[in-house]
């Protein structure tokens, strides 16, 4: 507090009396006026005591007799808070003065290094101090990663306080900590091809960061391809340095020319170690092609036949001739295509590749056609060659076509097929087997059936036969078959229920069910 003491006296040259006043000013911290004191013979004891808002304002004006109690305004003050990444932030706001009295004050998260929604969840809002509440606290969740990206900070700042209270600190700083380890680089290496007498090149790649210069060793190993004849050999010490920023690095592997007429051989780059690193995909595949392939087939030529037409569930082949010679194996691809028979309705697709030893002229490809019930016009598909290697052709005629003709009968019941699912029973009991009808028709089909023994005879059941007539609009039939009960112990025994004879255009899926009989006398000598 300041204080200014002015003296005020005044005279008169016609009276005596002589008055006079005293006035002391008092300032706050703030350089307001908070308090006017007077002492003397006019206003002697009487202060004046001036309350004050956060702007500077004149809030109220109290005149008395006892000194002024200059009570300051409620305060706000936020601490700053760490945490590791994936837990929470918690910073305590702090009121001083002005008990007794309800405030707020509001709040709200800033940016720094830390970006909201990605390393922490944004916050704001208000605080609500009750009028015995101290403190009160704001949690801030920070959001877990595996990046390694080292410490990062985010504000939260105070503001619009209530009832005249002012801000004594309205920013504070989060910290967030990285639970992450760097850990050690990581190597890999990639695949190289290359035509003989070229060179391969594998590129050696570091991923992570060091503040340290690491070294990775390799080697060369031999696959198909050997040192010395295929490759030049390589010193297997061998050892790549990378600095601090460097990320990739070469290893090249001059391959030889020869004459010979070989294919393609492998060899392979080996990351054996590092010192600062760790070994990620550790071997490189180098491929060398041979050029004397790529000539090897030259006067071979491919063909392909049929054996014509076969019926529909029969198997289709087509021939495959090699014409030409060569001291190399020579491969062609085939595949077939839809003509007016398709797949899978009318056959089983089929493609693939065929490779051709030096002294192997011919090869057949089988494929399977498709037995239904529908009568249907005959149907062909296709097979094609394509891709011949090394030099090769196709030849002429370089695809053909297989034709499948229809065995199924125009008839009342065209469409129609049978067929007769298994049935099982203890001794004694019957047997229900199921015939099912599928298709449809507007006419009754028929079919016959009948039992015949297996490992049970006419001991074990009794025999029986007949014809099922569905309607057009019956689906299923049951065959019911009376077993025979004996108290001979024995294995459990089957026979069968066909299926034979279907009404004219109908055809049978399933011709054949088994029937299970199981004994029920107990065994006379278990431990036999």
């Not at 239904?372 to 005959?378: L, M, N, R």
Request: aromatic share 8%.
């Amino acid at each position: 507090m300041r204080a200014l003491v002015l003296f005020l006296v005044s005279a008169s040259a016609a009276a005596p009396a002589v008055a006079s006043e005293t006035s002391t000013y008092t300032y706050d911290a703030r350089g307001r006026l908070v308090d006017v004191s007077r002492s003397g013979s006019i206003n002697n004891g009487i202060r004046t005591c001036y309350g004050l808002d956060q702007a500077d304002n004149r809030s109220n004006v109290t005149v008395a007799t006892s000194p002024c109690t200059v009570v300051p305004p409620a305060s706000f003050s936020i601490s700053d808070a760490t945490a590791v990444e994936g837990s929470s932030l918690v910073f305590t706001v702090t009121r001083t003065g002005t008990p007794g009295v309800s405030l707020d004050v509001s709040y709200a998260t800033v940016n720094g290094s830390a970006i909201a929604g990605t390393d922490y969840t944004a916050a704001g809002g208000v605080l609500t101090f009750t009028a015995s509440d101290v403190t009160r606290t704001i949690t801030v969740t920070t959001a877990g990663d595996t990046a390694v990206e080292g410490p990062e900070s985010l504000f939260v700042n105070l503001s619009s306080p209530s009832g005249g209270a002012v801000l004594a600190d309205y920013h504070a700083a989060g910290s967030i900590a990285d639970e992450d380890s760097a850990g050690p680089p990581v190597f890999s290496v990639n695949d190289a091809a290359a035509t003989e007498g070229g060179v391969l090149t594998f590129t050696v790649t570091k991923v992570g960061t060091t503040p340290n210069t690491v070294v990775v060793f390799f080697e060369a190993a031999n696959g198909t391809a050997s040192a010395g004849s295929d490759y030049q050999y390589i010193d297997n010490s061998s050892q790549l340095t990378f600095g601090p920023g460097e990320t990739t690095k070469t290893v090249t592997i001059q391959t030889i020319d020869d004459t010979l007429t070989q294919g393609p051989v492998v060899m392979y780059i080996n990351l054996t170690g590092s010192w600062g690193g760790a070994i990620g995909d550790g071997q490189g595949i180098g491929t060398i092609n041979d050029d004397e392939y790529a000539t090897a087939c030259n006067g071979i030529s491919f063909t392909i036949a049929s054996n014509g037409a076969v019926a529909e569930g029969d198997v289709s082949q087509f021939t495959i001739t090699k014409s030409g010679t060569a001291t190399f194996a020579c491969s062609v691809n085939y595949a077939t295509a839809d003509g007016t028979a398709a797949q899978p309705g009318d056959y089983t697709a089929k493609s693939g590749t065929l490779t051709f030893g030096p002294a192997v002229t011919s090869q057949v490809v089988f494929v399977n056609t498709t037995e239904d019930a529908i009568v249907e016009s005959t149907e062909a598909f296709a097979m094609a060659l394509s891709a011949p290697t090394s030099g090769a052709t196709v030849g002429t005629p370089g695809s053909t076509t297989a034709t499948i003709n229809d065995d199924d009968v125009s008839g009342p019941c065209s469409g129609i097929t049978f067929s007769v699912g298994d049935a099982s029973a203890v001794e004694g009991n019957s047997l229900t087997f199921t015939v099912t009808k599928s298709g449809t028709t507007a006419n009754s089909c028929s079919v016959a059936y009948a039992t015949a023994d297996d490992t049970a005879d006419s001991g074990d059941y009794f025999a029986a036969s007949g014809t099922l007539t569905f309607t057009s609009s019956e689906s299923s039939k049951t065959v019911v078959v009376a077993t025979r009960q004996n108290t001979i112990f024995e294995e459990t025994e089957t026979f069968f229920l066909n299926l034979s004879n279907p009404t004219t255009g109908a055809d049978i899926t399933d011709p054949q069910g088994v029937g299970t009989i199981f004994d029920d006398d107990e065994d006379p000598c278990p431990n036999c």
